[in-house]
């Protein structure tokens, strides 16, 4: 494992998400992180190759942290800014693409096949990661997008079963109690 790599990929994504521009804020830093623990944790469950799971797992947003304006295709242009940060660091060139594939491939709302493991990984790390915030889920519907009580409830539960779907089968039963415990808790 690259942790000299893993540590500067952190410190790269945590000074992005504090710059001004990023539209996200500080709480895209958690959730990038959780999605470093869950893939991580994917990764051992599912004999994956972990260094690449936990390296595409801190660039998987790199693109709509840097760049608003390439959120609507920022796996294509994450998974091309992680190529040359790659290739800058000196990581090993036939991981590269395995890596561009878990950034290109990781989301939901772009229904792709994954071919690997790794792209599992972190696609299945990137939509449980909700479950983990949902608080910030909370905080995105009442405070940024200014929905009531009963809206931003509705808001919350839609999106957590439309991530909860996006899981591999594998994932589901592997997360299906966490996913059952949050969403009898949001009544």
């Not at 779907?165 to 949001?186: A, H, I, T």
Request: net charge negative; aromatic share 10%.
């Amino acid at each position: 494992m690259r942790e000299d790599i893993l540590e500067y990929l952190r410190r790269e994504v945590y000074e992005r998400c504090r710059q001004p521009e990023n539209r996200f804020g500080m709480g895209c830093y958690d959730h990038i992180e959780t999605v470093v623990k869950n893939g991580m944790a994917l990764a051992e469950r599912y004999g994956a190759d972990r260094e690449v799971v936990a390296i595409a797992a801190w660039l998987h947003d790199i693109a709509s942290v840097t760049d608003y304006s390439l959120y609507e295709l920022h796996h294509e242009h994450g998974a091309r800014m992680a190529g040359e940060l790659l290739e800058n660091l000196g990581y090993d060139r036939e991981k590269i693409p395995l890596v561009q594939a878990c950034i290109r491939n990781h989301r939901g709302s772009v229904q792709v096949g994954k071919s690997s493991m790794e792209e599992i990984c972190v696609a299945d790390a990137d939509a449980i990661s909700h479950f983990d915030n949902v608080p910030g889920l909370f905080y995105l519907a009442y405070v940024q997008k200014g929905m009531g009580i009963a809206e931003g409830k509705a808001f919350v539960r839609g999106k957590l079963k439309r991530s909860f779907d996006k899981l591999s089968l594998k994932s589901r039963g592997f997360y299906g109690e966490k996913y059952r415990q949050v969403m009898e808790l949001l009544g």
